[in-house]
């Protein structure tokens, strides 16, 4: 059987499943790792919390802007080629992080060159090519998908970063954190088919069947930009990019600032991994039961919760109540706005709109981490980039409350007739 046969029977889709899983395991991970070592580069290096938070800040930015333009070639031109050259990319620069000498030598590595490489090796655009694969129980898997990248950031980041900065450094580890994504990440990208099988030629990826189109469904992108839900789906992953960033990159200095020892910060954010897989599986199976909008109005407000009593209580306890709860709605977001914008707008698209999505996201998360950094220097403490998270999260609740989901999206619409009359 040749490889294009492979593809178009529908049982591959499990093993482009995997492959996202290994790649999200591995480049997820290794970016969460700044957090552990963000107190020792400022130390190395002479500088400031502010400047060393501008730099990962114009990471997540660079990202972000780039992410409809990878979006578009994954739609027109298919997503191996994409994930293999960007994912490539990515493990090289990580390795180069190891010879940085200077706080602009980092900027340039890290700040610019790992967050172009990001663009097109992104969760969200493995999640948009996982969704067109999947229709049934899509967002549950992308909930597996999303459990990897969380995998990852438990393994690297609450078992091996501080082993790993103890016995190597933090360049060392560099060197060592991109071989692994060369040697992990890019074979798993060659797993991925050119293309996604047509529709109407043979079996369709997801087993599809011809349904009515929804009312908001188009051929073209920038079409989706002139109504609600997009703006609604897109300013609540705003917020959420700010949260995930905040906690990502300063969650374990936030920890070590109050007096507790670096493992246990460390503990602390990878059983807020562990949780998150949990949650990110259960997000997918109550988003495909109850309905994409609830899943993340209950998220963003529950995230919510867990800032502020982090804000308000300084007891060791608070750390690991944030990572439980803070946890399972972690990555409870991304399914759910990943489904919804595909089934209001077609998967045609999705993999452009997608990088609509995360140019919000990305630009709230740049946003946090910087101010987050400057108002530390200010201040001393975290107090105002914690209370703006709240506020911030109650908004994007009460939006995705207000997503007219039934009245949009393909899945509450009837089926149309088959053509062969079965």
């Given at each position: 059987?040749?490889p294009?046969q492979?593809?178009?029977?529908p049982?591959?889709r499990w093993?482009?499943?995997?492959a996202?899983?290994?790649?999200?395991?591995?480049?997820?991970?290794t970016?969460?790792?700044?957090?552990?070592?963000?107190?020792?580069?400022?130390a190395?290096?002479?500088?400031?919390?502010?400047t060393?938070?501008?730099?990962?800040?114009?990471?997540?930015?660079?990202?972000?802007?780039l992410?409809?333009?990878?979006?578009?070639?994954?739609?027109?031109?298919?997503?191996?080629?994409l994930?293999t050259?960007?994912?490539?990319?990515?493990?090289?620069?990580?390795g180069?992080?190891g010879?940085?000498?200077?706080?602009?030598?980092?900027?340039?590595?890290?700040?610019?060159?790992?967050?172009?490489?990001?663009?097109g090796?992104?969760?969200?655009?493995?999640?948009?090519?996982?969704?067109?694969w999947f229709?049934?129980?899509?967002?549950f898997?992308?909930?597996?998908?999303?459990?990897?990248?969380?995998?990852?950031?438990?393994?690297?980041v609450?078992?091996?970063?501080?082993?790993?900065?103890s016995?190597?450094g933090?360049?060392?580890?560099?060197v060592?954190?991109?071989?692994?994504?060369?040697?992990?990440?890019?074979?798993?990208?060659?797993?991925?088919?050119?293309?996604?099988?047509?529709?109407?030629?043979g079996p369709?990826?997801?087993?599809?069947?011809?349904t009515?189109?929804?009312?908001?469904e188009?051929?073209?992108?920038a079409?989706?930009?002139?109504?609600?839900?997009?703006?609604?789906?897109?300013?609540?992953?705003f917020?959420?990019?700010?949260?995930?960033?905040?906690?990502?990159?300063?969650?374990i200095p936030?920890?070590?600032?109050?007096?507790?020892?670096?493992e246990?910060?460390?503990?602390?954010?990878?059983?807020?991994?562990?949780?998150?897989?949990?949650?990110?599986?259960?997000?997918g199976?109550?988003?495909?039961?109850i309905?994409?909008?609830?899943?993340?109005?209950?998220?963003?407000?529950?995230?919510?919760?867990?800032?502020?009593?982090?804000l308000?209580?300084?007891?060791?306890?608070?750390?690991?109540?944030?990572?439980?709860?803070?946890?399972?709605v972690?990555?409870?977001?991304?399914?759910?706005?990943?489904?919804?914008?595909?089934e209001?707008?077609?998967?045609?698209?999705?993999g452009?709109?997608?990088?609509?999505?995360?140019?919000?996201?990305?630009?709230?998360?740049g946003?946090?981490?910087?101010?987050?950094?400057?108002f530390?220097?200010?201040?001393?403490?975290?107090?105002?980039?914690?209370t703006?998270?709240?506020?911030?999260l109650?908004?994007?609740?009460?939006?995705?409350?207000?997503?007219?989901?039934?009245?949009?999206?393909?899945?509450?619409?009837?089926?149309?007739?088959?053509?062969?009359?079965?």
């Amino acid at each position: 059987m040749t490889p294009t046969q492979h593809t178009q029977q529908p049982t591959y889709r499990w093993v482009i499943l995997v492959a996202a899983c290994v790649m999200g395991f591995i480049t997820i991970g290794t970016r969460s790792t700044v957090s552990s070592f963000l107190k020792t580069i400022i130390a190395d290096l002479g500088t400031n919390r502010e400047t060393i938070s501008f730099v990962v800040a114009t990471n997540i930015w660079l990202s972000g802007f780039l992410q409809p333009f990878a979006g578009r070639f994954m739609d027109r031109c298919g997503a191996r080629g994409l994930f293999t050259v960007s994912i490539a990319l990515y493990g090289l620069c990580i390795g180069l992080i190891g010879l940085t000498h200077s706080v602009w030598y980092l900027f340039v590595v890290y700040g610019v060159l790992v967050g172009a490489a990001s663009a097109g090796a992104s969760m969200s655009l493995a999640n948009a090519l996982v969704a067109q694969w999947f229709r049934d129980w899509r967002a549950f898997a992308m909930g597996i998908n999303n459990a990897g990248g969380a995998v990852g950031t438990l393994f690297l980041v609450g078992t091996m970063s501080p082993w790993l900065l103890s016995t190597f450094g933090w360049r060392l580890s560099h060197v060592y954190l991109g071989a692994a994504v060369l040697l992990l990440a890019v074979p798993m990208a060659m797993l991925i088919p050119r293309r996604r099988a047509a529709a109407g030629s043979g079996p369709t990826p997801a087993g599809l069947q011809a349904t009515v189109p929804g009312p908001l469904e188009t051929q073209r992108w920038a079409a989706a930009l002139r109504s609600a839900p997009l703006w609604q789906i897109n300013g609540g992953y705003f917020v959420c990019g700010m949260t995930v960033s905040l906690f990502t990159i300063h969650f374990i200095p936030f920890a070590t600032d109050r007096g507790f020892a670096l493992e246990t910060a460390a503990h602390a954010f990878g059983l807020m991994a562990i949780c998150s897989v949990v949650g990110s599986l259960l997000a997918g199976v109550l988003a495909d039961r109850i309905g994409r909008k609830h899943v993340l109005g209950l998220a963003y407000l529950i995230r919510a919760c867990t800032f502020a009593q982090l804000l308000l209580w300084h007891h060791e306890m608070a750390l690991y109540v944030f990572a439980v709860v803070g946890g399972l709605v972690w990555l409870a977001t991304p399914p759910s706005v990943t489904s919804l914008t595909g089934e209001i707008y077609g998967m045609r698209t999705l993999g452009t709109l997608s990088g609509v999505s995360v140019v919000g996201h990305q630009i709230g998360g740049g946003l946090s981490v910087w101010l987050a950094g400057k108002f530390y220097d200010l201040t001393g403490n975290y107090d105002i980039s914690f209370t703006l998270a709240v506020i911030a999260l109650v908004g994007a609740s009460l939006v995705s409350f207000g997503i007219a989901e039934r009245r949009y999206s393909i899945r509450y619409m009837t089926p149309a007739p088959s053509v062969t009359g079965d």
